[in-house]
Every structure is written in C-alpha cells, then in structure tokens.
Nanobody, 124 residues
Framework: QVQLVESGGGLVQAGGSLRLSCAAS????????VAWFRQTPGKEREFVAR????????YYADSVKGRFTISRDNANKNVYLQMNSLKPEDTAVYYC?????????????????WGQGTQVTVSS
C-alpha cells in the first residue's frame, strides 16, 4: 500500500515562497520517479515538476522553470517542492504523485499513486 501525504500549502503574497513536502509510506519509495502536479477548478491536472530516483535528473514545466525546485530525501522518503517568486497564477491544489518506473514523464497516466493534495493560494 502506497500512501502519499502532502503538506506545506497555504496563503502567500505574490513574490513570496512556500515549500511543499510529500511524505511516502512505501518501503521502495526511492526506486521510483515522483512528480508534483497542480489543478485549479474546471481545469485538467497540470504537470509541475518531476524527479527520478537518483535525484540527478529533474524536469520542470516551462511555467515554473527557474522559480520552483524539486528535490528528494530517499532516506526519509520525502519529496519537496520549493516554490519561489510565486505568482497569482500558481494558485492551485498541488498533488504529489509516484510512478511505477524509475523514469517517468509529465503525463498523469504514468503515476498510479496520488496524495490528497494541498492548497496553495497566492494573493496579488
């Protein structure tokens, strides 16, 4: 059973920062790719960032590149999303997702395990 629990969301002013955390329960967490997605009401879930098991390969959506950083701590089974220079358009529910392969891309279909999400609201 794989459980993912996100935390760290909240309300922040534009230009501010937040750090999201994703805690995993599975023993084999370190083997698989992990990603962050986000979703706003009425829209499809959108890819944000992905990190593979070794943490040496990361991939970002163009909309967050240079502002967000994804990282992982395999020993403690956590993945983080550091979000800087936040904009109102970053407002969304952010989800952590785990794949079943070492490397995965930006499609939601590649990630069978999901957390419950954490709300991020950026005020202008």
């Amino acid at each position: 059973q794989v459980q993912l629990v996100e935390s760290g969301g909240g309300l922040v002013q534009a230009g501010g920062s937040l750090r999201l955390s994703c805690a995993a329960s599975a023993r084999t967490f370190s083997t698989y790719a992990v990603a962050w997605f986000r979703q706003t009401p009425g829209k499809e879930r959108e890819f944000v960032a992905r990190i593979i098991w070794s943490a040496q390969n990361t991939y970002y959506a163009d909309s967050v590149k240079g502002r967000f950083t994804i990282s992982r701590d395999n020993a403690n089974k956590n993945v983080y999303l550091q979000m800087n220079s936040l904009k109102p358009e970053d407002t969304a529910v952010y989800y952590c997702a785990r794949g079943n392969t070492v490397i995965a891309g930006s499609s939601t279909s590649e990630y069978p395990y999901w957390g419950q999400g954490t709300q991020v609201t950026v005020s202008s």
